[in-house]
């Protein structure tokens, strides 16, 4: 779904900017912690994805029914727009653009509540996240934990990701 795709990108543009600041002070232990993957793999996330989904399945009902009635106003226009009158034509263009705008708003509608409620599931895990970062962090005693999208190399021998470790806190937490 693109809208979840957006959603996924936004997350990581804000926890970079919790994740990141004093990078360039670092030069303790460090952490790494991919927060797009810890986000989407707590219990609390997957089951509010679950059910916005099918929240959303649910109303695009009436947007599948719009389309196929829009449908069968273009299948008559092509099969018996010929011998209709021009008014009855011109009746079946509009209700067919009454449809389409219908469709349309529904659609708009839809993607608008979608956003806002994926902007409240992020709004609810975020806390928990950066506590459990922070927790861990001071466990292992880290100097700075940072976004696992924003490292180029680590050396293959040194377990430096906690994301699992975030995951299991947050999950316990609930």
């Known amino acids: 779904m693109m809208m979840m795709k957006r959603f996924h990108v936004a997350i990581t543009a804000i926890l970079a900017l919790l ?3 004093g990078l360039s002070a670092a030069q303790g232990k460090i952490g790494v912690v991919d927060p797009m993957q810890a986000i989407t793999e707590v219990d609390e996330f997957k089951e509010k994805e ?3 989904e099918a929240e959303l399945e649910q109303q695009s009902g009436r947007l599948q029914q719009l389309q196929q009635e829009l ?3 273009e299948q008559r226009m092509q099969t018996e727009g010929m011998t209709m009158s021009q008014q009855q034509r011109q009746q ?3 209700e067919g653009q009454a449809k389409m705008q219908q469709m349309q708003g529904l659609q708009q509608n839809l993607q608008r509540q979608a956003q806002q409620q994926q902007q409240q599931i992020l709004q609810a895990i975020e806390p928990k996240l950066v506590d459990a970062i922070e927790k861990i962090a001071q466990e292992k005693d880290l100097d700075m934990v940072i976004n696992a999208q924003a490292m180029m190399y680590t050396h293959p021998d040194r377990k ?3 994301t699992d470790e975030v995951i299991q806190r947050i999950n316990e937490s609930e």
Do not use: N
Request: proline content about 7%; overall charge negative.
């Open 71 to 73: 449908q069968q106003i």
């Open 92 to 94: 079946l263009q509009a």
């Open 50 to 52: 679950r059910e916005l």
């Open 160 to 162: 430096l990701d906690i």
């Open 19 to 21: 994740l990141l600041p």
